[in-house]
Nanobody, 118 residues
Framework: QVQLVESGGGLVQAGGSLRLSCAAS????????MGWYRQAPGKQREVVAG?????SINYADSVKERFTISSDKNTVYLQMNSLKPEDTAVYFC??????????????WGQGTQVTVSS
């Protein structure tokens, strides 16, 4: 079984910074990609940023130049700078994982709230 546990959300003023972390644990053979999604109230879940095992990175246009994704072993980070009220959402970690003796599957964390006040 694979678990993703996020941390680092909170309340911050506009222009401030937060750093999210997501640690994958369990019976893991390989992690192919890790990334972050977010869902604001009344809106669809949207991709924020992703990073592959090979180091390829992509960002949503709305967060380019402000957010930075990185990874270290089985942990992915999202450094969020110059936060705006419109960044307010629940942020979810996602990973494409091959578990030991299993097939590639997608896994989600429980989500962490990020609130940016104006």
């Amino acid at each position: 079984q694979v678990q993703l546990v996020e941390s680092g959300g909170g309340l911050v003023q506009a222009g401030g910074s937060l750093r999210l972390s997501c640690a994958a644990s369990g019976s893991i053979f390989r992690i192919d990609t890790m990334g972050w999604y977010r869902q604001a109230p009344g809106k669809q879940r949207e991709v924020v940023a992703g990073i592959t095992k090979g180091g390829s990175i992509n960002y949503a246009d709305s967060v380019k130049e402000r957010f930075t994704i990185s990874s270290d072993k089985n942990t992915v980070y999202l450094q969020m700078n110059s936060l705006k009220p419109e960044d307010t959402a629940v942020y979810f970690c996602n990973a494409a994982v091959i578990p030991m003796g299993g097939l590639l599957g997608g896994y989600w964390g429980q989500g962490t709230q990020v609130t940016v006040s104006s």
